[in-house]
C-alpha cells in the first residue's frame, strides 16, 4: 500500500520560515511528478509547486523567489523551502505524487496535510 507521509508544518511568524517534507513508501516502482498544493480556509485547492522527475521545477505565481522545491529519489522525498512568509500562506499543505506500483501507468496519489500557519 502507497503513502505518501508529510511533516514540517506548525505556527511560524511572518517573515519566518518553514520546510515541509513528504516521504513516500509503498511498493512503489516508478516516481513521477511530485508536488506541494495547499488550501486554505473556504477556499479551493491550489498548486503550489511541482517538480519532475528530472529536476523541472514550477511555482505558482504568489511564491515564486520565496519557496523552493526539491525531491531525493533515493529517499523518495520532495521537499518544500518556505522563506518569507506571509499570514496568506496559511494553509494546509498536501503532498502529491505520480506514482506506479506495477511499472506501468502513473497514478496520483495525496498525503493527509499538514497545516502551516503564519501568524504574528
Known amino acids: 500500500q502507497v503513502q505518501l507521509v508529510e511533516s514540517g508544518g506548525g505556527l511560524v511568524q511572518p517573515g519566518g520560515s518553514l520546510r515541509l517534507s513528504c516521504v513516500a513508501s509503498?511498493?512503489?516502482?516508478?516516481?513521477?511528478?511530485m508536488g506541494w498544493y495547499r488550501q486554505a480556509p473556504e477556499k479551493q485547492r491550489e498548486l503550489v509547486a511541482t517538480i519532475t522527475s528530472g529536476g523541472v521545477t514550477n511555482y505558482a505565481d504568489s511564491v515564486k523567489g520565496r519557496f523552493t522545491i526539491s525531491r531525493d529519489n533515493a529517499k523518495k522525498t520532495v521537499f518544500l523551502q518556505m522563506n518569507s512568509l506571509k499570514p496568506a500562506d496559511t494553509a494546509v499543505y498536501y503532498c502529491n505524487a505520480d506514482l506506479s506500483t506495477t511499472g506501468w501507468a502513473l497514478k496520483a496519489y495525496w498525503g493527509q496535510g499538514t497545516q502551516v500557519t503564519v501568524s504574528s
Open positions: 509503498g511498493s512503489i516502482r516508478i516516481i513521477g511528478t
